[in-house]
């Protein structure tokens, strides 16, 4: 069973940058597309960033400017660089991935912007 553990949550103030990572236990190049999404206060998942197994990236407008995913083919992840975070950026963030027709999920981890 294909697992994406996501990793890199945690504390940061108003201002700062957060790095997170996506480890997949399959290939990320297996793919359709990854990405990061992150919980809604209505419990809904949106859209923060997404890439391609052709590499194409597309944001959230809500993170436009401040985000940017990448792929790691050495450590076989795949990252997300925020930076100017915000306390509304407070949220469970969640790797997913599209594997043929299946949604694939990780845990989520919690990241906590302070005022």
């Known amino acids: 069973q294909v697992q994406l553990v996501e990793s890199g949550g945690g504390l940061v103030q108003a201002g700062g940058s957060l790095r997170l990572s996506c480890a997949a236990s399959t290939s990320i190049f297996s793919f359709k597309a990854m990405g990061w999404y992150r919980q809604t206060p209505t419990n809904e998942r949106e859209l923060v960033a997404r890439?391609?197994?052709?590499?194409?990236?597309d944001y959230g407008d809500s993170v436009k400017g401040r985000a940017t995913i990448s792929r790691n083919r050495a450590k076989n992840t795949v990252d997300l660089q925020m930076s100017s975070l915000q306390p509304d950026d407070s949220r469970i963030y969640y790797c997913g991935a599209a594997l043929g027709g299946t949604a694939l999920w990780g845990q989520g981890t919690q990241v906590t912007v302070s005022p």
């Open positions: 890439i391609t197994a052709g590499g194409m990236t």
